[in-house]
C-alpha cells in the first residue's frame, strides 16, 4: 500500500525553528514528486511548494518562497518542510502529498498540526 | 482569494444530484491543463475523488463524476448521501505562477 506517514503535532513558540516530516512507503519514493500544502484554520488547501527526491530538485509557491525550506533524505524516505523562525501566522495544519501522473496528488499524508503560540 | 473559484457552499437533500463549479481562466484550466478534485471529510485528510477531469480512482462510486469545458470544470454527486457531507476542492496547474493551484473549497451539505 503506498502510504505517507506525517510526523505529529508541534507547539511551538514564535521565533522557534521547527522541521516536520513525511515519510513514504509501499513505492519507489526517488521516482515521485512530494509536494506540501497548507490549510489554515477554517480554511482552504494553499499549494506550498514540491520537492522530486531523487535530485532535490525543489519549487515553491511564490507565496511561501522564502519563509519555508523544503528538503528530503531520500535513503529514508523522507520529505521535509522546515521553518527556521515560526510566527503565530504559520499555525495550520501542514499535508505533505505524492504527486501522481501529470498534476494531481494521490496519496496525502494524515497532516501534520502546527501551533505556534506565546 | 483562490486563483479558481467554487461557490462556498452547495446543499441538497438525499437522493438528488448537486453540482459544484470551479472557474479558472486562461493561465490555467483555460490553457489545456486537467482539473482533479478532492474530497475532505471532516477532521481528516483530502482524499483524491477525480482525476484527469473525468477519471474516478479505483474505489470512488459512480456517483461522482466530473467534466471540463473551457476556462471552467464541474464536479456533479447524483444520489447524496449523507456521508457525501464534506469539503470539495478542485485543483488545477496555472503556468504563470508555475505552480499547482486549488480552489476555495465548497462546503456539500446533506439536509
Known amino acids: 500500500e503506498v502510504q505517507l506517514v506525517q510526523s505529529g503535532a508541534e507547539v511551538k513558540k514564535p521565533g522557534e525553528s521547527l522541521k516536520i516530516s513525511c515519510k513514504g512507503s509501499g513505492y519507489s519514493f526517488t521516482n515521485y514528486w512530494i509536494g506540501w500544502v497548507r490549510q489554515m484554520p477554517g480554511k482552504g488547501l494553499e499549494w506550498m511548494g514540491i520537492i522530486f527526491p531523487a535530485d532535490s530538485q525543489t519549487r515553491y509557491s511564490p507565496s511561501f518562497q522564502g519563509q519555508v525550506t523544503i528538503s528530503a533524505d531520500k535513503s529514508i524516505s523522507t520529505a521535509y518542510l522546515q521553518w527556521s523562525s515560526l510566527k503565530a501566522s504559520d499555525s495550520a495544519m501542514y499535508y505533505c502529498?505524492?504527486?501522481?501522473?501529470?498534476?494531481?496528488?494521490?496519496?496525502w499524508g494524515q497532516g501534520t498540526l502546527v501551533t505556534v503560540s506565546s | 482569494q483562490s486563483v479558481l473559484t467554487q461557490p462556498p457552499s452547495v446543499s441538497g437533500a438525499p437522493g438528488q444530484r448537486v453540482t459544484i463549479s470551479c472557474t479558472g481562466s486562461s493561465s490555467n484550466i483555460g490553457t489545456g491543463y486537467d482539473v482533479h478534485w478532492y474530497q475532505q471529510l471532516p477532521g481528516t485528510a483530502p482524499k483524491l475523488l477525480i482525476y484527469?477531469?473525468?477519471n474516478r480512482p479505483s474505489g470512488v462510486p459512480d456517483r461522482f463524476s466530473g467534466s471540463k469545458s473551457g476556462t471552467s470544470a464541474s464536479l456533479a454527486i447524483t444520489g447524496l448521501q449523507a456521508e457525501d457531507e464534506a469539503d470539495y476542492y478542485c485543483?488545477?496547474?496555472?503556468?504563470?505562477?508555475?505552480?499547482?493551484?486549488f480552489g476555495g473549497g465548497t462546503k456539500l451539505t446533506v439536509l
Open positions: 485543483q488545477s496547474y496555472d503556468n504563470s505562477l508555475s505552480g499547482w493551484v
Open positions: 502529498a505524492r504527486k501522481t501522473g501529470p498534476n494531481w496528488f494521490d496519496p
Open positions: 484527469g477531469n473525468t
